[in-house]
Nanobody
Framework: QVQLVESGGGLVQPGGSLRLSCAASGSIFSIKAMYWYRQAPGKERELVAAITSGGSTNYADSVKGRFTISRDKAKNMVYLQMNSLKPEDTAVYYC?????????????WGQGTQVTVSS
């Protein structure tokens, strides 16, 4: 069974930093791309950052210059380093991965981790 598990969320003051981690496990043949999404209360889920198997990255305009996505291909992990956090970054952050697994080509979601930015 393939699963994604996020960790690293929590409460942080404005201007602070957090590092989110996401571990993919199970019958995985390859991971094509990995993503971080977030969903704030009353808002739609939005793409925050993406990283391809080749290491190319893309960011939402709202987080450019503050967030950095990276991955460890050997460990099937993706990270999101979040600096200069703002109250508007408060949301549940979800990991998503487009993978080839025993079940075929599909995308998978983690359960989410809460990030709260507040003084």
């Amino acid at each position: 069974q393939v699963q994604l598990v996020e960790s690293g969320g929590g409460l942080v003051q404005p201007g602070g930093s957090l590092r989110l981690s996401c571990a993919a496990s199970g019958s995985i043949f390859s991971i094509k791309a990995m993503y971080w999404y977030r969903q704030a209360p009353g808002k739609e889920r939005e793409l925050v950052a993406a990283i391809t198997s080749g290491g190319s990255t893309n960011y939402a305009d709202s987080v450019k210059g503050r967030f950095t996505i990276s991955r460890d291909k050997a460990k099937n992990m993706v990270y999101l380093q979040m600096n200069s956090l703002k109250p508007e970054d408060t949301a549940v952050y979800y990991c998503n991965a487009d993978m080839w697994t025993l079940a075929g080509d599909d995308d998978y979601w983690g359960q989410g981790t809460q990030v709260t930015v507040s003084s």
